[in-house]
């Protein structure tokens, strides 16, 4: 067993259903936004694509009591992977929040960062996007943003993000954003690398589905390894890390590990 390895003990929050999960995730999210802004006037997250975050953005947008206390225009909205396709396309990360919640807030569009990955180079998209971030956080070479939120999912492959098993972007240190080939689209991705998610203030992944039992009963409870279930190799060194997953995906997790919260 790796040294890191037995400092892996994520906090799991078991939750009933896929509603549990959005009304969780948005208690992180208004509680993550108030002590950021309190603290430093403004809120920086990271949004994940995949399915899963639907239901969030869409909470976070529609239900008044949610969407009105918020300070939008201190809430700024990063990617921390998106696909090579254009902010149009169906596949597009942005083009998903945009339609479940950025047109529905009053976010100033400054406040949006999106990937530009409309530009057919995937190099250079990652290197623009990477530069933004050196900017917006005014980086020294070397050094890493640090997001109050980093929101993340995971497939039934244990991926996070674009990071997926046995690609070049895991073993990347030095740069902020790459384009990581990802043989089994025949395509490239551009994704944030595993020391910008570990720099952050707080990590939430969100699991929903029995299709993802197993895969989250090895990353949690097994490990493996370092290349097999790249989400197990988020685990932020000075934040906090909290898996919230439905009872799906958390059903063959250990007792202890799995307070499931019962409606009953
Ligand atoms: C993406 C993601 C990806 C996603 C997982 C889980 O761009 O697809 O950021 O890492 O979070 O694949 O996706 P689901 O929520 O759809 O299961």
Redesign the pocket.
């Known amino acids: 067993m790796i040294e890191g390895e037995l400092r892996f003990n994520p906090e799991v929050r078991g939750v009933a259903g896929s509603e549990e999960l959005y009304c969780a995730a948005a208690m992180v999210f208004i509680q993550q936004a108030r002590d950021s802004i309190e603290t430093r006037g403004l809120f920086t997250v990271t949004l ?6 639907i239901g969030l953005y869409r909470l976070l947008a529609d239900d008044l009591t949610i969407r009105a206390p918020l300070a939008w225009d201190k809430i700024h909205f990063f990617w ?4 090579h396709v254009p902010p149009e396309h169906p596949d597009s ?1 942005y083009r998903l929040a945009k339609e479940a919640i950025l047109e529905k807030i009053p976010i100033p569009p400054e406040n949006v960062h999106r990937v530009r990955s409309e530009n057919p180079n995937a190099h250079q998209v990652a290197e623009e996007y990477e530069e933004m971030l050196r900017t917006f956080f005014r980086l020294e070479a070397g050094e890493y943003p640090r997001f109050d939120l980093v929101l ?5 492959d244990g ?5 997926f098993p046995g690609t070049e972007a895991l073993h990347d240190e030095r740069h902020l954003v790459v384009a990581n080939w990802i043989e089994k689209f025949q395509a490239y ?1 551009i994704t944030m690398t595993i020391p910008v998610f570990n720099h952050a203030a707080f990590v939430l992944f ?4 029995e299709e ?1 039992a197993e895969t989250l009963r090895l990353v949690l409870e097994e490990g493996r390894g370092k290349d097999t279930f790249p989400a197990r190799l988020i685990r932020p060194c000075e934040g906090k890390l909290l898996w919230i997953v439905d009872q799906g995906a958390g059903r063959l997790l250990h007792k202890a590990n799995n307070p499931i919260e019962s409606k009953e």
């Open positions: 994940s694509g995949g399915s899963t975050p921390g992977d998106e696909r990360n993340l999912g995971m497939g039934s991926h996070t993000a674009s990071l991705r969100l699991v929903s589905g993802k």
